[in-house]
């Protein structure tokens, strides 16, 4: 099946710094999702991003599927921005089960 | 419109009861899939209905755990005779299509 990393594992921020957040996945995929899982373990929709460049606000994704790989973009990271980071990928754009990678935990601290 | 509801948040069962967990999908969505979270890992998809239809079981445990998302009511993780390895959480998402929305999660507690 597909495999899925997520790097760095864990990540310590001071309230302000931005940060890349790099999910690879070993097989192409249909649809590539991010996720924030926060502290009260709320999975938290960010984006969905099977190819191409999105942004939310301080939130930016960029997926190349071609080189099966996705970057998550954290710019002016708060203390509310903590918490851990999930890509999820499907060989399917629908209707298949989402393979986690193990995730990024993220500490903001002010 | 109201997220993917899921009930209770938190369920404790002694060692050989039986723990129900329920999901409630977004208005509009007919897919439903069950996540399970072990501490320390990451979500494991565990099964994938459509309403009375089960479309994917492969990451069931092949025995004490079942679902049902029948044609009126909510979608229903069944799981018998629990241990204390079932103590996780457990997730339901519903989706109209490619993205899936998840809900806050049941918190399972074998003591």
């Known amino acids: 099946g597909i495999q899925v990393e997520q790097s760095p594992p864990d990540l310590i921020l001071q309230e302000g710094a931005n940060s890349t957040l790099r999910c690879n996945f070993s097989?192409?995929?249909?649809?590539l999702q991010w996720f924030h899982q926060n502290p009260w373990g709320q999975l938290i929709n960010l984006f969905y991003?099977?190819?191409g460049t999105k942004q939310n606000g301080r939130l930016s994704a960029t997926t190349v599927a071609t080189e099966r790989y996705s970057l998550l973009y954290i710019s002016s990271s708060q203390t509310t921005d903590s918490g851990v980071y999930f890509c999820a990928v499907a060989i399917n754009q629908a209707g298949t089960a989402l393979i986690f990678g193990k995730g990024t935990t993220l500490s903001v601290s002010s | 419109n109201a997220g993917v509801m899921q009930n209770p948040r938190h369920l404790v069962r002694r060692r050989g009861q039986e723990a129900r967990l329920r999901c409630s999908p977004m208005k509009g969505h007919s897919h439903v899939y069950w996540y399970r979270q072990l501490p320390e890992e990451g979500l494991k998809f565990m099964v994938y209905?459509?309403?009375?239809?089960?479309?994917?079981e492969s990451g069931m445990p092949k025995e004490r755990f079942s679902a049902e998302f029948p044609k009126e009511g909510p979608s229903i993780l069944r799981i018998q005779q629990v241990v204390r390895g079932d103590s996780a959480a457990y997730f339901c998402a519903s989706s109209p299509g490619p993205e899936a929305f998840f809900g806050q999660g049941t918190r399972l507690t074998v003591v």
């Open positions: 991003i099977p190819s």
């Open positions: 209905l459509q309403k009375e239809n089960i479309i994917d």
């Open positions: 097989d192409s995929v249909n649809n």
